[in-house]
């Protein structure tokens, strides 16, 4: 029974590290102030957007599986241009989401330190520390580091909307409040980014592809287990994104809370948290909050610096990238987020607005690469698409390129929307 347990816990892997990329900003932020803001309204339009990019996510176990190649050097196959977007993309998010997230991470810290550090120092921390995690044990350590975050998270977040629902927590509720409706002109600014980072760009994609190339290389792992750790993780993350709805509808929907924006969001979050279920709390949503950011910061780091080697190794030599690359890449882009925290934290607002916009443009052009990919790959039976997901591949494409040019309407062409 042990060793059984043991083999299947050896299973997951590339699956539980997209996850933990993808809980951060998407989930901690965007889910939550979803929830805040809009009650139950997006509930489903969030699973709709998970089960909507769900082939294009999967695209990367599909490909790996079937030639032992990275989404990375699939992209490479279709021609320089497609694979310089997708560096050029990967540099900017690398280095502006390695500030971001480490400032998150840092912000909640703090709580869990007897002594006052500033924000800068405590950045600085969480990527000296994300580096010697990925130092001391590369790949299989960040594996095992991941899967404890995910455990954790999950189990922390189940026990704080339990106790929401058992305390009845948004009993702050504003008289005469009247919830908005998302489906306005106004809110599709926020729509617009949700759908973008939810459950993460696409991208990240090519950056698990990459993991499941590093797990097939050091285990043996066969397409079935490859599957079944990615939908744990995919599955995962979208039921955690309604959890995370769920602790803003309960506790902060309706209330007289006016929300702040980025890292500024992460204290208040958890100040409102534990000012409605309990000062108990504190600590516990801190931790929940925490895990998320210090999770996606290691993946962060660890993924783009893989991702950006390949991509620079393939357009220099046709190659992929060798150990050493990708230990100079990810201490590279360390080294300049660490300087964006240092000389550039004013801008971090406008420099994370223009990554997250960069990537949501490009999250329809990335899909259609992935669903191409696919097709245009022979694949063994078991990992072969069926009717259905096919029918649903071709849907994501409408949605997400339908999106893509609602946002471009609304963000440089408002007077076609009557704005």
Not at 50 to 69: G, H, I, R, S
Not at 143 to 170: G, P, R
Not at 271 to 282: H, Q, R
Request: proline residues 2%; contains cysteine; positive net charge.
């Amino acid at each position: 029974m042990i060793n059984r347990i043991k083999n299947t816990y050896k299973i997951f892997g590339p699956g539980i590290l997209m996850a933990t990329a993808a809980i951060g900003g998407s989930h901690l932020v965007a889910s939550t102030q979803a929830g805040a803001l809009f009650g139950w309204s997006l509930a489903i339009f969030i699973l709709a957007v998970n089960f909507l990019k769900y082939p294009f996510f999967l695209a990367n176990v599909k490909y790996t599986m079937a030639t032992k190649k990275s989404l990375i050097e699939g992209y490479a196959s279709l021609g320089n241009a497609w694979l310089w977007l997708f560096t050029i993309l990967a540099v900017i998010a690398a280095v502006v989401n390695t500030a971001a997230v480490s400032m998150f991470a840092a912000s909640l810290l703090g709580y869990f330190i007897p002594i006052q550090l500033t924000i800068k120092l405590l950045s600085l921390i969480i990527i000296v520390a994300c580096l010697l995690i990925l130092i001391a044990g590369k790949y299989n350590l960040l594996n095992n580091v991941s899967k404890i975050i995910m455990i954790s998270l999950s189990l922390a977040t189940i026990v704080a909307v339990s106790m929401a629902v058992v305390q009845e927590a948004n009993s702050n509720i504003v008289d005469d409040f009247i919830s908005p409706s998302p489906w306005t002109l106004a809110s599709l600014g926020f729509i617009v980014i949700l759908t973008g980072w939810m459950p993460a760009p696409i991208e990240i994609s090519s950056i698990s592809s990459i993991w499941l190339k590093n797990q097939i290389r050091e285990t043996n792992i066969n397409s079935k287990n490859a599957l079944l750790d990615f939908n744990v993780g995919f599955i995962g993350t979208a039921i955690l994104a309604i959890f995370f709805l769920a602790l803003g509808a309960l506790v902060l929907h309706g209330s007289a809370y006016e929300f702040k924006d980025g890292i500024a969001f992460a204290d208040q979050l958890v100040t409102m948290y534990s000012s409605v279920i309990g000062d108990w709390s504190k600590l516990l949503i801190a931790f929940i909050a925490f895990a998320c950011m210090f999770g996606t910061s290691i993946t962060v780091i660890d993924g783009y610096g893989r991702a950006v080697a390949e991509a620079f190794s393939l357009i220099k030599s046709k190659k992929s990238a060798s150990n050493k690359s990708v230990a100079i890449w990810t201490l590279f882009i360390s080294i300049v987020g660490c300087l964006i925290i240092l000389f550039f934290t004013s801008s971090m607002r406008t420099m994370l607005d223009f990554a997250m916009i960069l990537s949501f443009s490009t999250t329809p052009i990335f899909a259609f690469l992935n669903y191409k990919l696919v097709k245009s790959t022979k694949l063994p039976k078991e990992l072969q698409s069926g009717r259905f997901l096919n029918i649903l591949s071709i849907l994501g494409l409408i949605f997400l390129f339908g999106f893509l040019i609602l946002f471009i309407i609304y963000r440089w062409f408002p007077f076609l929307l009557g704005m």
